[in-house]
């Protein structure tokens, strides 16, 4: 024991570790795109990225404490981008207009609760005098922007009016984004109305881009609903929907009716006339004549034959007939010259 006592003494104490660093906000995404969308880049850098990994345009971040699962999109209209950029991941994206990160937030929420506390009219003014100096830029823009949301050359939006395109675009480009709520069940419409961050023209767009979206619903529910002219419907009161389905009626029970008939194989009919045969010679009789049993056989026999020409399949009406012998051809010398 002593000499375990003095080994664990000459240990020497393990040093102790750091502890483990917090990620903050703004740890860097899985997504190159995402990150420069942070930093309010003007468009000729986003259009260069896209045009290296357009793929990116469409790479969600990874679901961690700090990020959340969003597009680039996203972080766009989140840290206040340019409306061109927002305008030009929308058109590159379409999909990403509608969909929802981890606390079911849609591009649209983040653009009326934070685009007009991050976006800044003095850098967007730098990118501006920077576009109208270099004629490549300026080229880039006019080609990729959208026209809603391209200012007039050396123009400068203000927060209002930049929040208004980017809504207003948002809103045309995809309008059930709208009424798309988020985990606290709020819409992009009740969460603008609530904080009051966005203009009263933006607040009328979203009110119309909503109705727009419940109409176009409304008509694809009554589509759905609506029978199709080709239907019958069983409860009409109508004669002439009544005749029409009573035609029907009948024109399936006759299908089945030939479908059965057509599933007789030739064992079912050797045995039907079988027992035909052998019913015709027990209802003679032992008491009756010959005669009379030759009359049943031979009536059995054109029974059984009339039914096996029906079950060949064609629809032709077949009268009864009965096996009659044939006449001898005459031979004589007369015929032959004749």
Not at 18 to 31: E, F, V
Not at 182 to 194: G, V
Not at 208 to 229: F, G, I, L, V, Y
Request: hydrophobic share 30%; with cysteine; aromatic share 6%.
């Amino acid at each position: 024991e002593e000499e375990v006592g003095e080994a664990a003494q000459e240990q020497p104490p393990r040093p102790r570790q750091p502890p483990r660093r917090r990620r903050s906000s703004m740890s860097r995404p899985s997504n190159m795109l995402s990150w420069a969308c942070k930093f309010h880049p003007p468009l000729d850098v986003i259009v260069s990225l896209c045009q290296l990994h357009f793929h990116a345009v469409g790479i969600r971040e990874e679901a961690t404490d700090a990020l959340l699962r969003r597009y680039p999109i996203h972080v766009a209209c989140r840290s206040g981008a340019s409306p061109t950029v927002v305008a030009y991941l929308a058109r590159c994206h379409p999909l990403g207009v509608c969909a929802q990160d981890v606390n079911g937030k849609t591009p649209l929420h983040l653009a009326t609760e934070y685009y007009g506390k991050h976006y800044d009219p003095l850098l967007e003014k730098q990118h501006v005098l920077a576009a109208s100096s270099s004629s490549s830029i300026t080229k880039t823009m006019k080609a990729t922007a959208d026209p809603a949301v391209l200012p007039k050359t050396g123009e400068v939006w203000s927060t209002e009016e930049a929040v208004y395109r980017v809504v207003s675009f948002l809103c045309h480009l995809k309008p059930c984004a709208v009424n798309l709520e988020d985990n606290s069940d709020r819409t992009a419409l009740e969460l603008a109305i609530e904080l009051e961050t966005c203009p009263f023209k933006a607040v009328k767009k979203m009110q119309k881009a909503s109705e727009k979206d419940w109409k176009r619903r409304r008509e694809e529910k009554k589509k759905q609903m609506s029978p199709s002219p080709t239907s019958l419907s069983t409860d009409a009161t109508t004669p002439q929907s009544l005749d029409a389905f009573m035609k029907q009626h009948v024109e399936n029970e006759r299908n089945q009716l030939e479908e059965q008939l057509r599933r007789l194989t030739t064992q079912d009919l050797a045995n039907w006339q079988k027992q035909m045969l052998l019913a015709a010679a027990a209802g003679g009789g032992e008491g009756a004549s010959d005669e009379e049993k030759q009359q049943n056989t031979a009536s059995s026999v054109s029974t059984t034959t009339a039914f096996h020409s029906t079950t060949s399949g064609d629809r032709k009406q077949h009268h009864l007939f009965t096996r009659s012998p044939r006449k001898k051809k005459s031979t004589t010398r007369a015929a032959h010259a004749a």
